[in-house]
């Protein structure tokens, strides 16, 4: 498993990249990849819309199930990945970079402060 150090992760196992200024990234980690299995669909459907944390702003689908994903903070989504219509399997090919789901502005980064840390999500699945 990887845990980039430079991101951010809740405990629905999201990640978060804060760019430059609001400007966010947001996709599911590699345990929860690997825990999905053969990722075959990824449905944003919130494009443009500000969401509360813990919203959901859209879904993923492997093989066996369908999960929902959840806005880790307040934000506006502003670009959804165009590359995972086309090629879903890039969540679980490279979850921290092409694999990205969402991109975000951010009504305050500050509200990314509860987020774990990458050592704190590793002890958080225990893997």
Known sequence: ??????????????????????????????????ELGEIVYVDVTTE??????????GTIEAVKTVSDLLMPALGKVVEANAELEDHPELVNEDPYGAGWLIKVELDNPDNLSHLMSAAEYQEWTGK
Do not use: R
């Open 48 to 57: 443009g819309e500000t969401l509360e944390a813990d919203e959901v702003f």
């Open 1 to 34: 498993m990887k845990y980039p150090e430079n991101l951010k992760y809740t405990k629905d196992h999201e990640w978060v990249l804060l760019k430059e200024g609001n400007t966010a990234y947001v996709g599911i980690t590699d345990f929860a990849q690997s």
